[in-house]
């Protein structure tokens, strides 16, 4: 019998890591196990899991002198012995601590953590404890995972029993944080300000998303008739009942998240408004970002117009006062800034305050984002980057020092973190943040647009500040492409410990793809000397065979070669909004580019062909999975090629109407005509390998778009086509 001790007072998350620990023996060694607070004269082995306080007191012989003190992410795996017997202590700084070393003692018996589940070994062999001494400690102390829901292929489809899954995968996996954002059109955060009420609620910009008979991939909807959240009431039930259903997802999800030693942040918006607000926004004016569902302040109000604080001041007493239980509150500024003529007078007002010319000026830094080497935007957006964000800061100075906003709260010394504020100011950004604030930085869109600045992460003051990387493996301008991009964030990875940042908060949208990416995540945070061929290695052993090594390499290899091609190059090839297809309606939007990627999918999926049948359900099931998912891709490059060819076609047929020539118009019309059955022909095939594909909710997200997006409209434009003849 395995003896499992823990202290009669050991907290919840102590209990629980004893709970886990007696699942996974019992399920790989078939071995009776016991948790209790004293050694059964029965048991053969003796495991001790708590905290520094509690464990040692278990252990005969081994007393708490001898246990090195323990920061509160720190663990300690020690053999030992208790009373004659083998013995392992599993010790953590906190209980969340202790939870990781019982998930770090699993997985050396060749448990291997993946999103979706785990992944057991076929035979874990007999029953015996490690011989190891060691104290594992993070080398990045914040690893954030977050459940932002702006589109319906993301975490925003996923029910709440989806999300616990993944958070109890992700605590294995050793992050130790959540987020989750509430933009002001979702049913997340009800908001009551001088008579005003909010009244509206949707979901992913109001896209909707029909579930009809004859759409590809139907049988993933069940009797649906509209893609829609289910655990939210349907998107016409009136307001209430939307922002109460909100709240509770919301709260469910928190508390989950704390049950697994998990701190969670709320991530709020300060100047974008629903639209019911209007009446309040000084020079209110409309926000066009997928539609036109917020408004913000006009680029002529001065950042401290008492109107805009009130009303700011007043979400952020929302956000506090809906959600106590957050530990942190997150704020930004706007994706698209257009608050930048205050800029030199804001400027001045943070110099009185806190010296900041010291360091550099305003026009230095304007120069710099000037000639941003290696950015993916223009020069003059980088411009409006820095000056939008001088008068932010300004902004959000007077807001969080202001006696009517934190100190109205339920929590006046909540923890705040600023996000996205543009690189230029990082040297200024610990004397103007709030004092213990974070930051949370965003370079660019994707680990390959990082990584050709990578010296900026050299100028962040991340000893004053804590401040963490917003890490993409999976951009939503790529879309539901498959990518990988393991690789790059290993480097970038390797760079935030090197210059000392907090850690990473991960940008994702779908997940299907990117086990080998979070594995990644999860161990380079904890160990230098990671590299993503291990990882993959691992990974490909685990789920399937020593022989599917190789071939699965060279796959991955061709994934993220092709990843970096599409962030570099056609970084919107399939961003989900209702041109998503038809934008490729041009004579050139096949590029030469776009058909070596098809290449590079063509070649990872002969490799993934060349693995052969697995022996597990496992490894048949990533086989299959990654056959789908590149047959997807190359099915969508074949239906962009298709419909280029048809728009080249229809402008030829055009220019032979306009000079007269009918015969040649009708062949050209009826060349076009061709291309474009080709083109809905293989927009079907390649949504239907999608579903096949399907892991979850998110995924079903994605179908419904390509059928909104893709399918329908292609069938629509042959439709006209067919009707000009």
Known sequence: ??????????????????????????????RSTVISGSLDEAATHALIVGCCDDAPAFVAGVGKIHFLPLEDQAYLLRNTTLADRPALAIVGGSGAAALWGVYDLIER???????????????AGAFSLP?????????????CWPFHRDHAFGPGALRLAECKCFIDQLAKLRFNRIAFSAWPWEPFLDLQIDGIKRQTATLWFDHRYPVTDDMPGRHLFGDQTEFWHPDLPPRDAPYAELAAAGERYARGLFAHAHSRGMEVSFFGFLMEFAQEFRPLVPDSQTVYQLGDLTVGPGPNVLPDDPRLAKLSGAVIRAVIDTYPEADYYNFGVPEFRAWTKQAPGAWQKLDEKYGISQVMSLEDAVETARHRPGYSGTPERAVTEVEADVTALYFFDRLFSSPDVLPATKKPDARISI?????????????????????GAYIDYTSTHVLRRREVLGTVPKRRVASSLWLTLHDDNVGFMPQLATGSLHELVGDLREHGWAGFIARYWMISDHDPSIALLSKAAWDAAITPTRIFKDYIRGLCSETAVEPMLEAFRELESVTRSLEAFNSTIAFPEPGTMMKHWSADSFTTVLANDRQGYRLALAAVRRVGISDRPEGTAMINYWINRLEFGIGYLDTIEAVSKAATAERAADEAKEQGDAQRALEHSAHA?????????????????????????????????????????????????????
């Open 673 to 725: 005509i061709a291309q474009a059955q080709v083109a809905v022909c293989r927009a079907r095939v390649a949504t239907q390998t999608f579903a096949r594909a399907a892991k979850n909710r998110s995924d079903h997200g994605a179908v419904a778009i390509l059928n909104q997006f893709v399918y329908l409209p292609l069938k629509r434009r042959l439709d006209e086509l067919r009707e000009r003849g």
């Open 1 to 30: 019998m395995i003896n499992i001790l823990i202290a009669d007072d050991a907290g919840d998350l102590v209990r629980f890591a004893a709970m886990e620990l007696k699942r996974y023996l019992e399920r790989l060694f078939d």
């Open 419 to 439: 996000d996205f504020i543009a690189e230029e100011l990082y040297p200024i950004i610990d004397r103007v943040l709030p004092k213990g604030a974070e930051m």
């Open 131 to 143: 011989d190891i001494d060691t104290v594992f400690e993070p080398l990045l102390r914040l690893r």
């Open 109 to 123: 018996y060749g448990v291997q953590y993946c999103l979706h589940g785990d992944v057991l070994p076929v035979d």
